[in-house]
């Protein structure tokens, strides 16, 4: 019995490695980010009427632009759609009765520039806050009472 | 025999559209919409793309997804699926436009997410967010 544990213990020595090895490997990772632009309004607007009722603009006293954060990652621009008429839920009357739209926007943030009408091109990347506003003129006539709501497409595209 | 006509078209259909969505990234991320751009080859009478719009919000949306051509004029003949859904927030999901050469042997077109966030809010000016990509359709004959 005392020889059979002795050359189990030899087998058992013989079978183990002489020495440890530390191994170590290299454990890759790969990601790939698609040049994408993304656009998070902040905010709607508030139009306010002149003293003469002609305008209703964001611009005037206590009119408020509409905001929004666009985030882009690659070459990228912003445009505004223009506006033909007030939306469906507008209540006052004739508000689209000799009335014509202006659009135009602020940039900050990581682009800048002010008072843009047409088409932005997002130089750097990152996010860049963007500040809308909207003027309704009558040619004639005023701006009744009762309640206006507009919507101003911005657009973020390569 | 019309009936027959259209059935073939559209088998041919099945497979080029097939064959175009294998070829698109089937990458989503939490964007508004990926990828936005993307050139499409197919051997069918029409083209496929996949995107995927997101809802960045933390709240449910609206979304619509909408084929323009290059004058922003809709593509009248494009199907889109599913063209209007509620997306939850912080998530996206894919959409399949399927885009009719119409005769072209290349179409350029734009497939814009549009979405209005904040539609109940006491403002009297919303901003509606449209993020487009541009895709190129290539008829392989």
């Given amino acids: 019995m005392k020889n059979l544990l002795k050359v189990a213990a030899v087998a058992?020595?013989?079978?183990?490695?002489?020495q440890a090895q530390a191994v170590t490997d290299n454990i890759p990772f790969t990601g790939t980010v698609s040049a994408t632009c993304l656009i998070n309004v902040t905010g709607g607007g508030t139009l306010a009427a002149n003293a003469g009722f002609t305008t209703l603009s964001s611009v005037n006293a206590g009119g408020i632009a509409g905001t929004?954060?666009?985030t882009s990652n690659g070459s990228f621009s912003v445009s505004l759609d223009p506006i033909a008429n007030f939306d469906v839920s507008t209540t006052a009357p004739n508000a689209d009765l000799n009335t014509t739209f202006a659009t135009s926007y602020d940039?900050?943030?990581a682009n800048t520039t002010t008072g843009a009408t047409g088409t932005t091109a997002l130089s750097n990347t990152g996010t860049t806050n963007v500040s809308v506003d909207l003027t309704a003129t009558k040619s004639s006539g005023v701006f009744e009472a009762g309640s206006y709501d507009a919507t101003v497409v911005l657009r973020c595209e390569p | 025999m019309d009936y027959l006509k259209i059935k073939k078209i559209s088998a041919t259909s099945f497979l080029g559209c097939a064959l175009a969505l294998s070829l698109l990234p089937h990458q989503a991320a939490a964007q508004a919409m990926s990828p936005m751009r993307g050139e499409v080859k197919s051997f069918a009478d029409a083209f496929a793309l996949k995107v995927f719009p997101a809802n960045p919000y933390n709240h449910r949306i609206r979304i619509e997804?909408?084929?323009y051509d290059q004058n922003f004029r809709p593509v009248t003949g494009a199907r889109v699926s599913p063209a209007e859904?509620?997306?939850?927030?912080?998530f996206a999901r894919p959409v399949n436009v399927i885009v009719p050469f119409e005769g072209h042997a290349k179409r350029k077109v734009r497939v814009c997410t549009e979405s209005i966030p904040f539609p109940s809010q006491p403002k009297t000016t919303t901003i509606k967010a449209q993020v487009c990509g541009?895709?190129?359709?290539e008829r392989i004959q």
Avoid at chain 1, 12 to 18: R, S, T
Avoid at chain 2, 85 to 90: A, D, K, N, Q, Y
Avoid at chain 2, 134 to 137: D, P, V
Wanted: net charge positive; glycine share 20%; aromatic share 12%.
């Fill in chain 2, 85 to 90: 859904f509620t997306l939850g927030g912080r």
């Fill in chain 1, 12 to 18: 058992a020595f013989v079978a183990v490695p002489l």
């Fill in chain 2, 65 to 67: 997804v909408k084929v």
């Fill in chain 1, 68 to 70: 929004a954060d666009v």
């Fill in chain 1, 107 to 109: 940039l900050g943030g």
């Fill in chain 2, 134 to 137: 541009k895709f190129l359709g």
